[in-house]
């Protein structure tokens, strides 16, 4: 299809929440602050099939699932977690002083990480959560994560990184208990993290009580390709997003089409090779588009939609990422697929999906900072602009504002 | 009273929203957008009492508001503008390049600001959310106010900073309006701006489909002082915070009660004087606390409840703040009044109230940008990294995820 088909199909895909969904999770949020752990015992039985006495995993738990690390996988999270860091340090905001004006950084006290689990481990979801944490400077890091095995890589990941505080618990309920507190788990300042749409709507619900990253939902690449990309390198990118979900939506764009056809051929011929096929061909029948079109057209598909991934294979992409505004991720070049950036390029992997982008950037350490202006005038200052504020707050009717001004002027 | 009892006190005061508030934002939001500019119309007679044919101001209002102006008016929003923005320009972020990654900052493409009204104006609401707006290159602004008198300040302000897109629209239905769109006002991106109740709850609902600053509840303000700073200055500082609303909260913290006590005669000596003395003297019945105590407890107070203002009047002030953590603006000394950074010193007034300073802050420049990391590793980046990236990709069950790298590896 053309650009003007293509945003004409996806503006009428409107993503609508299920009001049953909404009601079921501010019934569960209720629930969790009306008898905590008891609740949460209830919902990890009902929906996770797990009895659990104590939701905090014992320090001996972390350190048997690190001591279960061989030696290749320990230097790996090692060698990947000083990456996060130099990255995370190279964006870290830093303090101005102004004079009259200081801007202050200030990490946060306490955060909740949400670490997906059920069947899979996420351990490259803890390095690219936790450490942007770390390098900002948080005191507390509690982790929510519905892991019930007790030797695993996600323990180990978190022991490696000094975690302690770790509570065997997930979906709604986690977020709810993060946000109010339960007798185990206290309550934080901000939560972050992955998860799935329950996850996602309980981090509506609670925006506002405490801080929150993004709602995140499914995954998505788009991919501008040339004939410089090898057309199987393309397929298996498309693959890598595919397999995720079969909700995860993947975009081919190209300015011919005989580029997209090439990399059709690929996938024809690649897809009964892969371990999810079946992921990935649902995935590709209801969320899969090829857009051929004039550069331009195309560079405005990328602003109007703000794709989680951009991945640019192309001869020109300096030239066409200049143009790009909005983007959760932008992957450039052969040697920076986006299954790099999941992994070890260095930025989070935590990004604004589903248009989000064009107003919510991917986690980072700045996400783990709060900031105020310290205000301090000389009475020059004050002189100069007093009248012109008085004259203000008798505009605004407000005399004690006035008063205040006028007491200091005398 | 001292901390322990005031940390108990405030802690027992829960804001509760009510369930029924909430429903009917809801059915606010819903009909919006169902019935676009009819629903507008419709609640506008209902809560507003007023009859709207077009939402948008014509341009010839604008101009006539500006015209209306006094030459010393004009001259008070020209040099404070002139203010926020060298402020705002201080404290602006640049993009980093750092050879394999850059991190990109870009305006937002449409906003929505609301700007307060009813039977008051704010032409310095108008000042503080659009001129960082303006620093950070958005595209277009549309700003929403229930403001119905065709000549007055507000539109006067907007018109001299540029602002051609003006609805005479306020409540949860503007707030709807600009996050799904109607037939006059278009959907944007973010919004922003302070509000009553109902718009605070809208934003809450609507988040996640635009971006949102932040939920406000009402202003407070808290003042830690000694013996330096003047009663009847404190007096009025006081004021100046509780005249703005009944549920307007005022701190006084001292360490020593003798200066509390002298603050309270300056209070009783001053109150019948003011033109709003019924809402202050309500505010103060009901919402202003008076703690003596050590100054590490005092401290520990304004960390853990975040107020919107702290204005520290002590001789030891630099030491103090240096211990503060969070607040929504921090003010130092005799010359830097509350008011004045209300009106004119330069850092927004739009400020995070009731705690929400812990994990957010206040309205700048910077929160009219989105950004994103653009990813350009080298070969030999890619190379010494990717062997670790297909260690957790096998780990974590992805095995398109690998091929993804393990393609570009051979």
């Known amino acids: 299809m053309n650009a003007e088909e ?60 690190l001591n279960s690390l061989s030696g290749e996988e320990r230097q790996a999270l090692a060698h990947i977690t000083g990456r996060i860091k130099e990255y995370q340090e190279s964006i870290k905001y ?30 490259s979801s803890v390095l690219m959560t936790v450490v942007p944490a770390l390098i900002a400077g948080v005191k ?11 030797n695993n890589m996600t323990f180990g990941a978190l022991r490696i990184l000094g975690v302690d505080n770790v509570y065997t618990v997930g979906g709604a309920q986690a977020v709810a208990a993060l946000a109010y507190g339960t007798e185990t788990i206290p309550k ?53 997003q595919a397999e995720h979900d079969v909700n995860a939506r993947t975009f081919l764009l190209s300015e011919s089409t005989d580029t997209i056809d090439r990399v059709d051929k690929e996938i024809e011929r690649l ?11 649902e995935s590709l029948q209801n969320n899969h588009y090829k857009i051929a079109d004039t550069r331009e057209r195309l560079i405005k598909i990328i602003n109007e939609i703000s ?78 602009i007093a009248e012109d504020a008085k004259l203000l707050a008798a505009k605004e009717g407000l005399s004690a504002h006035y008063e205040s001004l006028n007491i200091r002027t005398e």
């Open 6 to 65: 293509f945003l004409d199909t996806i503006n009428k895909k409107e993503n609508h929440t299920a009001v049953e969904d909404m009601q079921n999770v501010m019934n569960i949020i209720s629930n969790v602050k009306q008898q905590g752990d008891a609740a949460l015992k209830s919902y990890t039985k009902d929906f996770d099939r797990v009895d659990i006495e104590n939701f905090k995993v014992p320090e001996k738990i972390l350190d048997d699932s």
């Open 94 to 123: 830093s303090d101005i002083d102004n004079d009259e004006f200081k801007y202050v950084y200030r990490p946060l006290e306490k955060v909740g990480i949400y670490i997906p689990g059920g069947t899979a481990l996420y351990p």
């Open 140 to 150: 507390e890091i509690h982790v929510v994560t519905p892991t019930f095995n007790t």
């Open 188 to 240: 934080v300042d901000k939560i972050v993290g992955p998860g799935n749409k329950f996850v996602a709507l309980a981090k509506k619900l609670v925006f506002g009580d405490v801080g929150i990253d993004m709602i995140a939902g499914p995954s998505e690449i788009l991919l501008y390709v040339d004939d410089t990309a090898d057309p199987a390198h393309i397929a298996y990118d498309i693959f890598a």
């Open 271 to 281: 897809i009964e090779s892969l371990d999810r096929k079946e992921i990935v061909k």
């Open 307 to 384: 794709p989680e991934h951009v991945s640019i294979q192309h001869q020109d992409s300096a030239e066409i990422i200049s143009d790009i505004h909005y983007a959760g991720a932008v992957f450039e070049g052969t040697y920076s697929p986006e299954a790099a950036g999941d992994y070890a390029a260095g930025p989070s992997h935590v990004l604004p999906t589903d248009g989000t982008g064009r107003f919510s950037h991917g986690l980072n350490v700045n996400d783990f900072l709060t900031s105020h202006a310290v205000i301090n005038l000389k009475k020059e200052t004050f002189d100069e």
